[in-house]
Nanobody, 122 residues
Framework: QVQLVESGGGLVQTGGSLRLSCVAS????????MGWFRQAPGKEREFVAA????????YYAGSVQGRFTISKDNAKNTVYLQMNSLKPEDTASYYC???????????????WGQGTQVTVSS
């Protein structure tokens, strides 16, 4: 069974930075696609970023392109989301997800973490 555990959320001021971590366990992830999604109160869940474990290809939502960076540490089975120049509209619960195939930007991932809260104050 795949387990994903996020951490690193918190409260930050506008313009600040946070780094989210997602530790994956339970499988060999060399063929997986790892994604970050977010959901704000009253809004639908939206794609943020994704990375392919094998080739390290990355994908970003337009709203975070140039501000957020997704990366991974193979030795630690961990995926990171470095978030810079944060804005109040980035406030949301952030979820890590994993899938074995399919589009990195679509929502139908196989496994999901519990989420970590990010709050950006103005």
């Amino acid at each position: 069974q795949v387990q994903l555990v996020e951490s690193g959320g918190g409260l930050v001021q506008t313009g600040g930075s946070l780094r989210l971590s997602c530790v994956a366990s339970g499988r060999a992830f060399s063929t997986y696609i790892m994604g970050w999604f977010r959901q704000a109160p009253g809004k639908e869940r939206e794609f943020v970023a994704a990375i392919t474990w094998s080739s390290s290809s990355t994908y970003y939502a337009g709203s975070v392109q140039g501000r957020f960076t997704i990366s991974k540490d193979n030795a630690k089975n961990t995926v990171y989301l470095q978030m810079n120049s944060l804005k109040p509209e980035d406030t949301a619960s952030y979820y890590c997800a994993a899938r074995t195939k399919g589009l990195p930007t679509s929502f139908d991932y196989d496994y999901w973490g519990q989420g970590t809260q990010v709050t950006v104050s103005s």
